[in-house]
Structures are given as structure tokens and as C-alpha cells.
């Protein structure tokens, strides 16, 4: 039986797993952390994270081919395939600080994989890292091997959250980069063998190890700059009285372009996006390569000026100020169908109405109170570490309450923004909403997912991004 070993349990490392030893039954797979509560929760009902799909097939495997452990040593050591999927987050101190991936999690594990390993293994890149970390990876193991061969594989991962079973199960490629040698090629051989149980021949592309790492971080920077070029058209459409959404359709039907990943929105989070853009920034930097840097740049900056854009609209459409005004704020997650809050825009957006002192009241159907108050007290890049090791927050923040229903939110509430696009929003009760806020009372969609004209006529006030502004929007300040 083969054996395959997982480093790290998170929303990859977890889900990824899952799936192989669904699809692969003669394959025994342990997901392992050095997270006791996280590996608790995976052998628990609940488990710790939120993907549609996941507990279904969790349950089927869970204690036949797929288990959880902390004994990491023994299941290494053990495995003939060895995945490593821990966190890789934007450095906050030394050099590269706020741009270059720490990769302190990676070479920890690399050190340890070294050290027990008694036989040949394969060793599997998950986590997105920067190019040329196979050959850093080669050399701790190289150096410390006592004698064992190991082979370095790049199997970056392309799953979003939200979609991780959907995409897992039907992923448009699955990309293994190795060495192009013959024992390199043989370790590339051997992990299509693993995805070949499920996905079809043509989907599993080889390439060298170099365009793998490096294939990663393009897809994410070409997929956030979609965002992030349709989010500028938003403010050029606000300004003009064009619709973004048929701006985005017509633009979309180019079949050269095509109509996917054109929503505009408050800006894109998650906790992909932004660290590897600023990695690729980085990394282009070291290379002496500062235009390019700069252009990627741009992506990330556009992000940033649609999150500010988005307060400085509620600010400046209720009279300049919000100081003491209850604003609701529905929707926490990154995204819809996902717990997950890392990077998510609605962190910026709340820090900046609080600035600006409003009282705000959160609701999100699968974020935590402790999640939310703890995101709202850390500094940028501190999220990405792993749990136990970071001090939890000893502050809450007081303007901040966090409820249990969108209408215990908005009661009482002078406007509404919406954040992350649950389809429980659209089918809320806007009348009697409305009926319980103060007058006038404002909707700033940040998702454009209700029914704007319909909000209008109940008489409340509705900004949209990249809709043609109301009367009222359109007499307040320009907004930068
Ligand atoms: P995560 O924080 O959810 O999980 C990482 C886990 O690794 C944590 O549970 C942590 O405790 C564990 N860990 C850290 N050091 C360890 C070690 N030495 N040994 C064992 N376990 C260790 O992170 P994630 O979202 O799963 O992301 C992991 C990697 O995958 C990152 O590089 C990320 O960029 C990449 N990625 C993420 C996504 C996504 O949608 N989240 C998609 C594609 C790629
Ligand atoms: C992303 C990549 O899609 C995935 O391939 C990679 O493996 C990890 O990073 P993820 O961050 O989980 O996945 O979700 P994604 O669906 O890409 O959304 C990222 C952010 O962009 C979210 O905040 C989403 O709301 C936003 N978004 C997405 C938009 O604002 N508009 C769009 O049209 C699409």
C-alpha cells in the first residue's frame, strides 16, 4: 500500500487530502499538524473548517484510509509520498518584511522530514512558495539525508475555498514541476499515478520545477489583476453613469477574454492573493526587475483604493460623518460559502468606519465572534501563523458587536453595508428592515447582490459599486 503523509492541516492540506483518500481507497493518507486542537477537530463532528462537501467525505474515510494525526515523526518517516502544505506568510519583520514569503513553517518541516526519514521519499510542495524554493528544500534535505534519496516535487494547489470539493474533485489542471532527470521523472510519474485514479490523463501537466513554482503565483497575480482591472472600471463607471455589470458583460463575451472572475466588488481577500502578488513583487525585485514589480504592484494598490473607496462613500453620503451612527455590516468571510476571514476586504472596511467612530454590528452566518474581534485587533500579515503560537488578542474592540442575524443587526442601524455576497441576503426582509432603521436610511451593496431598484422604492438609499449613482450620492462629495 502506498503510503502518503500530509505536513500541515489546513484548508489545503485538509480537503486535499480528503479527496485522495476518497478517490484512491488502496492508498492509506494522514493528514499531520503540530496543531493539537486543529487535528482534534479533525477526528471531531465539527470540523475545522467550513467547505460544502467536506464532512461527507471526511466521514466515509475518516478511520479507513484517511487519518489525523500529531505524531508527525512516525508518519513521516512511514510515508512514501510526503505533501507539505503549511502556512507560507508574508514576512512582518527583517528582510523582505511586508513583501517576501517566511518560510520559517516550510524549512521547520524540511529539517524534520530530514531527520526521521529511514527510507526514499518523495517530497511535495503544496504550499504556494517562491520560485527556486525547491533547490533551498533540496539542499537541507540533501545535506542532512544520511544516505536517503529524495526526490523534490512542485504540486502547487488551485482549489479555491468556497469550491475546494468541487474543484478537487473536477480541477481544470493538476501541475507537477520535478527534476528532469530520471529519477525525477519517475517521482512525476509516480504522483500522476495518485491523481490519475480521478482526473483524466490531459489534465495532469508536467513541467520543470521552476515553471511550477512559478506558474502558481502568475495564476493568482492574473486572476486578482481581473478583479482588480474590473474594480478600477467601477469607479470610471460610477463617474460616468455606465453600468459596471454590462460594462463587464459586453467586456466578457469576448471569447479571447471570457466572462468568468468579472464581478466587480468592495476588492478581493482571501489569503492567497494579496501574499503572493506581494511575493511575486518581491521576487521580481531581487531579480533587478522593478518595472515588472511595479506593474503587479498596481494590482494590490487598485485593491486597496476600492476598500477606501467603499468607506469613503458611507462617510461622505451620511453628511461626512458616522461618529456614533450604528452601521450594520453583513457578511465577515472572504467570500461566501466559507468561514474563512483571511485578508477578507470587510476587515479594512470596518478598521476604517471605526476610525471614522461608528458603532458597528456584524452579523456572518459562519463567522465566529472570538474570529471576528481577534481579526479586527491584529496587524496586517500577523493572521498567517499558525494559531498556537500567536498570543490571542487581549482587546476587544468595544464599537464592535457581533450578532447572531441580520436583522438584530441592521435594527436601529442609519445603513447597511454588505460585504460578502451570502445568498441569504438577498432574500432578507428589506421592508421591515427599513421600518426598523433610522431615516434616512442607506444600503452601500458592496457585492451587488440585491435588487437596488426594489430597495429604492421601500425608500431606502442605495449605492451599488460601478452603478449609476441615486440623486442623493451624486450631490455629495466626490469620492477618492
Ligand atoms: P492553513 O493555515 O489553513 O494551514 C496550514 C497548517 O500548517 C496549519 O494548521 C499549521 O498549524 C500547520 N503547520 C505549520 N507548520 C507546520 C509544520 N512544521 N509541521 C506540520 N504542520 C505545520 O493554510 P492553508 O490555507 O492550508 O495554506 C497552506 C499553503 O497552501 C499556503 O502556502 C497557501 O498559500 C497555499 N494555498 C492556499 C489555498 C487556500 O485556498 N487557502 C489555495 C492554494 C494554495
Ligand atoms: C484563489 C484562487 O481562485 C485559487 O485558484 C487559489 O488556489 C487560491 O486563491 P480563493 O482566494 O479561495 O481562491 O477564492 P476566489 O474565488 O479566487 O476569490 C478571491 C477573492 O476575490 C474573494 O474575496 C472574492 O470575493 C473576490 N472576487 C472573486 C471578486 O471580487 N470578483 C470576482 O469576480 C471573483
Not at 98 to 121: C, F, H, N, P, Q
Not at 125 to 135: F, G, I, M, Q, R
Not at 309 to 331: C, D, E, P, Q, Y
Amino acid at each position: 500500500m502506498v503510503k502518503i503523509c500530509c505536513l500541515g492541516a489546513g484548508y489545503v492540506g485538509g480537503p486535499t487530502m480528503a479527496v485522495i483518500a476518497l478517490k484512491c481507497p488502496s492508498i492509506e493518507v494522514v493528514v499531520v499538524d503540530i496543531s493539537q486542537p486543529r487535528i482534534a477537530a479533525w477526528n471531531s463532528d465539527t470540523l475545522p473548517i467550513y467547505e460544502p462537501g467536506l464532512d461527507e467525505i471526511v466521514k466515509e474515510c475518516r478511520g479507513r484510509n484517511l487519518f489525523f494525526s500529531t505524531d508527525l515523526e512516525k508518519h513521516v518517516s512511514e510515508a512514501d509520498i510526503i505533501f507539505v502544505s503549511v502556512n507560507t506568510p508574508t514576512k512582518t519583520r527583517g528582510l523582505g518584511a511586508g513583501k517576501a514569503a517566511d518560510l520559517t513553517y516550510w524549512e521547520s518541516a524540511a529539517r524534520m522530514i530530514a531527520d526521521v526519514s529511514k527510507s526514499d521519499k518523495i517530497v511535495v510542495e503544496k504550499s504556494t512558495v517562491p520560485v527556486k524554493t525547491a533547490e533551498a528544500i533540496e539542499k537541507i534535505l540533501m545535506h542532512n539525508s544520511k544516505g536517503i534519496n529524495f526526490q523534490i516535487l512542485s504540486n502547487p494547489e488551485f482549489l479555491a475555498e468556497g469550491t475546494a470539493i468541487k474543484d478537487l474533485f473536477n480541477p481544470d489542471r493538476v501541475l507537477i514541476g520535478g527534476r528532469e532527470t530520471p529519477a525525477g521523472q519517475k517521482a512525476i510519474q509516480a504522483l500522476s499515478d495518485v491523481y490519475a485514479h480521478w482526473v483524466p490523463q490531459d489534465r495532469i501537466i508536467a513541467t520543470n520545477l521552476w515553471s511550477a513554482e512559478l506558474s502558481k503565483l502568475a495564476a493568482n497575480a492574473f486572476l486578482a489583476q481581473r478583479i482588480s482591472s474590473v474594480n478600477a472600471m467601477s469607479a470610471l463607471c460610477e463617474a460616468t453613469g455606465a453600468d459596471v455589470a454590462e460594462v463587464a458583460h459586453a467586456v466578457g463575451k469576448d471569447t479571447r477574454i471570457g466572462p468568468k472572475f468579472l464581478n466587480a466588488s468592495v476588492g478581493f481577500g482571501g489569503s492567497c492573493f494579496q501574499k503572493d502578488i506581494l511575493n511575486l513583487v518581491y521576487i521580481c525585485e531581487c531579480n533587478g526587475l522593478p518595472e515588472v514589480a511595479n506593474y503587479w504592484k498596481q494590482v494590490i494598490k487598485i485593491n486597496d483604493y476600492q476598500k477606501n473607496r467603499f468607506v469613503n462613500r458611507v462617510v461622505s453620503s451620511m453628511f461626512n460623518t458616522v461618529s456614533g451612527k450604528k452601521i450594520a455590516i453583513l457578511g465577515f468571510a472572504f467570500k461566501k460559502d466559507t468561514g474563512d476571514t483571511r485578508e477578507t476586504p470587510a476587515i479594512d472596511v470596518c478598521k476604517g468606519l471605526l476610525g471614522d467612530k461608528a458603532r458597528i454590528s456584524i452579523y456572518d452566518p459562519q463567522v465566529t465572534e472570538e474570529q471576528i474581534q481577534r481579526d479586527l485587533s491584529l496587524n496586517k500579515f500577523e493572521w498567517d501563523h499558525p494559531v498556537h503560537l500567536q498570543p490571542m488578542s487581549p482587546t476587544t474592540v468595544k464599537q464592535a458587536s457581533v450578532v447572531w442575524d441580520a436583522y438584530s443587526a441592521t435594527k436601529d442601524a442609519h445603513g447597511i453595508c454588505i460585504l460578502t455576497e451570502w445568498d441569504e441576503f438577498k432574500n432578507l426582509d428589506f421592508q421591515k428592515i427599513f421600518d426598523n432603521m433610522q431615516k434616512p436610511a442607506f444600503v452601500f451593496d458592496g457585492r451587488n447582490i440585491v435588487d437596488a431598484e426594489k430597495l429604492r422604492e421601500i425608500g431606502f438609499i442605495v449605492y451599488s459599486i460601478g452603478k449609476p449613482l441615486d440623486s442623493w450620492l451624486k450631490d455629495m462629495p466626490a469620492v477618492a
